[in-house]
């Protein structure tokens, strides 16, 4: 009796191994072209590409007890060359622009709108767009100022399409005082960012905007440079003088909704600005205002993993197709329209990865690229995620420059990359990698996935 019972805990010891077990490959190959979801596997259990992931990933150093997936696909013949865990859920730092800018390219037509606006004989009334673009330092150009300044009427801004949070879900909080985290907004003017200087030659301070929000200096000697920090309710700023090389500080003001946008408005246009809920029914006549093309923005958003514009092209989304600016609904909408084919549903919050709320699988992402190619062409793809040496893959994959193009994602104990790599054989092939609880430096981990990249990239 005994040993028969033994038999029996063997054998189902063994049976939920298996199933625990992350299964990474099948038998099956395929030899059409079709969709993720239609894909095939080729079996790389325990072979040479496997054996390369172990030694080159998953048992370095600051790995082992780390989480990872990794898939690999090839498009032409709709097949999974790798999959290792790419069903399982990671926080995907900000790869999560790539669905940000998937929703973009579908969405905002071939240029940004920069406002609505009605007008009466004495004023106009606008609908913001949630354009981060207007009065960013980056776009000289700015067709909606000129506008403005040609119109020669007091100006309203609205805020009855604005129905979110200037944070997002998940965000950390005490983050606020950092440039790559502002406020989102229904009408954003300078990136809401106020720029913070420090002239050398004359020892006195500026901000560009010019703004007249207390400022505050500090006593405090120890610190090593100039720095600015701004009060976590309010815009006050208080400045501390230091005897480090930096002299200007980009610093992330409060919204206010649109009060702060059209206390800053005012002074560029020469005209008042006003704040209302909603423009009034009885207004004349009516019109849009277009900025500039749209991947004139994708591009900076994606080489510089800007999270601003990725969170403003979220809303921008939002208000285009529902007329609200709310992150939850704008998502809801689209993973259930667009985005229902994907392999895993994402657990979606934020239009940038900031939050670690945010989950996706690799599939998720190789189903994103590949979608993406087929409705947008790779070669606008190509111009629009940085290559080796470019953007946010500047110190990485130089020598692959114009053969990979892919988004990098980063948060504390979170590395991720996903993008099209093309081989030395000609290949056209779709990856994604996303690392989760690591130990150690990021940069050693970036090294390791670049290491891993260039195999596959002169192998297949």
């Given at each position: 009796?005994?040993?028969?019972?033994?038999?029996?805990?063997?054998?189902?010891?063994?049976?939920?191994?298996?199933?625990?077990?992350?299964?990474?490959?099948?038998?099956?190959?395929?030899?059409?072209?079709?969709?993720?979801?239609?894909?095939?596997?080729?079996?790389?259990?325990?072979?040479?590409?496997?054996?390369?992931?172990?030694?080159?990933?998953?048992?370095?150093?600051?790995?082992?007890?780390?989480?990872?997936?990794?898939?690999?696909?090839?498009?032409?013949?709709?097949?999974?060359?790798?999959?290792?865990?790419?069903d399982k859920y990671f926080i995907p730092a900000s790869n999560t622009k790539l669905f940000s800018l998937y929703a973009g390219l579908k969405h905002l037509g071939d240029s940004l709108v920069g406002m609505r606006y009605r007008l009466t004989d004495t004023a106009v009334f606008i609908q913001p767009a949630g354009d981060p673009t207007l009065l960013h330092p980056s776009f000289p150009d700015q067709p909606v100022i000129r506008w403005l300044q040609n119109a020669h009427r007091n100006v309203y801004l609205t805020a009855g399409n604005w129905q979110d949070q200037p944070f997002g879900r998940g965000w950390a909080w005490d983050d606020y005082n950092d440039d790559y985290m502002p406020e989102r907004s229904a009408f954003p003017v300078y990136g809401n960012l106020i720029r913070w200087a420090l002239d050398s030659?004359?020892?006195?301070?500026?901000?560009?905007?010019?703004?007249?929000?207390?400022?505050?200096?500090?006593?405090?000697?120890?610190?090593?440079?100039?720095?600015?920090?701004?009060?976590?309710?309010?815009?006050?700023?208080?400045?501390?003088?230091?005897?480090?090389?930096?002299?200007?500080?980009?610093?992330?003001?409060?919204?206010?909704?649109?009060?702060?946008?059209?206390?800053?408005?005012?002074?560029?246009?020469?005209?008042?600005?006003?704040?209302?809920?909603?423009?009034?029914?009885?207004?004349?006549?009516?019109?849009?205002?277009?900025?500039?093309?749209?991947?004139?923005?994708?591009?900076?958003?994606?080489?510089?993993?800007?999270?601003?514009?990725?969170?403003?092209?979220?809303?921008?989304?939002?208000?285009?197709?529902?007329?609200?600016?709310?992150?939850?609904?704008?998502?809801?909408?689209?993973?259930?329209?667009?985005?229902?084919?994907?392999?895993?549903?994402?657990?979606?919050?934020?239009?940038?990865?900031?939050?670690?709320?945010?989950?996706?699988?690799?599939?998720?992402?190789?189903?994103?690229?590949?979608?993406?190619?087929?409705?947008?062409?790779?070669?606008?793809?190509?111009?629009?995620?940085?290559?080796?040496?470019?953007?946010?893959?500047?110190?990485?994959?130089?020598?692959?420059?114009?053969?990979?193009?892919?988004?990098?994602?980063?948060?504390?104990?979170?590395?991720?990359?996903?993008?099209?790599?093309?081989?030395?054989?000609?290949?056209?092939?779709?990856?994604?990698?996303?690392?989760?609880?690591?130990?150690?430096?990021?940069?050693?981990?970036?090294?390791?996935?670049?290491?891993?990249?260039?195999?596959?990239?002169?192998?297949?």
């Open positions: 009796m005994i040993n028969r019972l033994a038999i029996v805990l063997l054998v189902g010891a063994s049976f939920g191994w298996q199933a625990c077990t992350p299964t990474h490959a099948t038998t099956t190959s395929a030899s059409t072209a079709g969709t993720v979801a239609e894909g095939t596997h080729v079996k790389t259990s325990r072979g040479p590409l496997q054996q390369f992931t172990e030694e080159t990933l998953l048992r370095q150093p600051g790995l082992l007890s780390a989480q990872a997936g990794l898939c690999l696909f090839d498009p032409a013949t709709s097949t999974w060359l790798y999959d290792w865990q790419g030659s004359s020892g006195s301070f500026y901000s560009i905007p010019e703004v007249d929000w207390k400022v505050r200096f500090s006593p405090d000697s120890s610190k090593q440079g100039f720095s600015v920090r701004r009060d976590v309710h309010d815009n006050v700023f208080v400045i501390t003088d230091g005897s480090g090389r930096r002299h200007e500080q980009d610093v992330p003001f409060i919204t206010e909704g649109n009060a702060s946008a059209a206390a800053l408005l005012k002074d560029t246009i020469g005209r008042s600005v006003g704040v209302r809920k909603d423009w009034p029914a009885a207004a004349g006549g009516a019109g849009i205002i277009h900025t500039r093309p749209v991947d004139s923005m994708f591009r900076p958003m994606m080489f510089n993993s800007d999270n601003f514009f990725a969170e403003q092209t979220l809303l921008m989304v939002g208000n285009e197709w529902l007329n609200t600016m709310n992150d939850g609904k704008i998502i809801d909408t689209l993973l259930n329209g667009d985005l229902r084919g994907l392999p895993q549903r994402p657990v979606w919050v934020d239009g940038s990865g900031l939050s670690r709320n945010d989950l996706f699988t690799p599939q998720d992402f190789v189903w994103l690229l590949d979608t993406m190619r087929r409705e947008f062409g790779l070669s606008r793809m190509k111009t629009i995620l940085p290559t080796g040496g470019k953007g946010t893959l500047s110190n990485y994959y130089k020598g692959d420059s114009g053969y990979i193009f892919a988004k990098t994602g980063s948060l504390s104990g979170v590395v991720a990359l996903s993008g099209y790599l093309i081989t030395k054989k000609d290949r056209l092939l779709l990856f994604s990698i996303l690392i989760n609880n690591y130990t150690g430096s990021g940069v050693i981990v970036r090294r390791q996935m670049e290491k891993w990249v260039r195999h596959i990239r002169d192998t297949y």
